[in-house]
């Protein structure tokens, strides 16, 4: 047999095995005491990585992993703790071979002048957001859910990647899902002091970077409806003007792959005024929740009168107004969203 078909085969065999895992046709008790963590498995791979689609690919070598070592857990941790250790694990070997993942923000260049020709580098591994849906944000289910939105907020992830691969896994474990020191020092083969040192670097790292749980304060219920519709209606219109109003005056807009950030209300509206390819009804968002925040997908008027996907926008609301917009232009991610492929002429 030439290498290339024992490559083959194994990968076959890989590929059954995971499809095992998935469908729940492993043998033994495996799939049904593992499967209700999938979802904080995959939020805390994200918080890991940076990506939605990595993390989705980890949390399925994660239950590879543990269903290949299930007979030698003994019970000594809960299965929840069980898994969360090999899905670190997991996670470190991945980030050995790849780099962090930015916003334009993180690239330490200051504000661009919405003038000057934007700057594409799609080689790049940006940032993603993820759906609230995935990671057990959404409230569906309370009991499963092992963190706060906050721990997903993408401002939060964004400030993760500035940390060391273990420095990152440290305020995680220890921060996030409240693991007692001993406990991460033995995941990690190092000790408590040392797991200790880490964390202090990591938070101190964090808040240079980072806003803290307490100053994310959003505008109550009625008030952030009213806000969003306010946001949604100029942008279908394209009404400049109005889209000014509703940002808060140190406003930040990105949109990976382009490299340039700006910041401020007038500086963003003449961004959007001549940049933007959208006439007025040009544009149709649609509504949804990702990380912990509200968001759209925006869809572009074709020459064919069907509404395609443009970009998925991620807000930050204060009582001050938007904050910040992260304008992703990878509409991949509307597959992910569970967003459609298309919107028909007139849709609302």
């Known amino acids: ?3 290339s078909e024992v490559r083959e085969v194994r990968g076959a065999d890989r590929w059954a095995e995971r499809e095992a895992v998935r469908d729940g046709t492993a043998d033994g008790d495996f799939p049904q005491l593992a499967d209700p963590f999938r979802r904080e498995l995959l939020a805390h791979c994200y918080r890991m990585l940076g990506s939605v689609h990595d993390a989705e690919d980890l949390v399925q070598e994660t239950y590879l992993r543990a269903w290949r070592a299930y007979d030698k857990f003994e019970g000594r941790s809960s299965m929840r703790t069980w898994l969360h250790r090999i899905a670190t694990n997991t996670c470190l070997d991945a980030l050995e071979s790849r780099s962090r993942r930015p916003l334009p923000t993180g690239l330490g260049q200051p504000s661009a002048d919405p003038s000057e020709d934007l700057v594409e580098r799609g080689e790049v591994p940006w940032l993603e957001p993820v759906p609230d849906a995935l990671v057990g944000a959404a409230g569906a289910d309370p009991a499963a859910v092992v963190t706060s939105r906050e721990s997903i907020r ?5 400030a993760l990647q500035h940390l060391p691969a273990r420095q ?4 995680l474990l220890r921060d996030v899902l409240r693991w007692r020191a001993a406990e991460v020092a033995e995941l990690l083969g190092t000790s408590v002091a040392s797991v200790n040192s880490a964390l202090q670097r ?3 790292q964090l808040k240079q970077v980072a806003p803290t ?5 959003e505008p109550a219920g009625s008030e952030r409806r009213a806000l969003l519709d306010r946001y949604v209606a ?15 005056q140190d406003a930040v807009w990105e949109m990976p792959p382009f490299t340039g950030w700006y910041q401020g209300p007038a500086v963003i509206g003449e961004l959007i005024d001549t940049r933007c390819p959208a006439g007025p009804g040009d544009m149709r968002l649609i509504p949804v929740e990702m990380n912990g925040q509200p968001a759209f997908g925006v869809y572009m008027l074709g020459e064919d009168g069907t509404y395609r996907p443009f970009q998925l926008q991620v807000l930050t609301l204060t009582p001050a107004g938007v904050s910040h917009v992260a304008a992703f232009l990878d509409t991949s991610l509307f597959a992910t969203c569970g967003l459609p492929e298309s919107l028909p002429a007139g849709a609302e």
């Open 1 to 3: 047999m030439q290498v």
């Open 154 to 158: 993408l401002a939060f992830v964004a």
């Open 168 to 171: 990152r896994a440290v305020l």
């Open 202 to 204: 990591a938070r101190a």
């Open 213 to 217: 749980e307490e100053s994310v304060t």
């Open 234 to 248: 100029a942008f279908e219109v394209k009404d400049v003007a109005e889209i000014v109003k509703l940002f808060s």
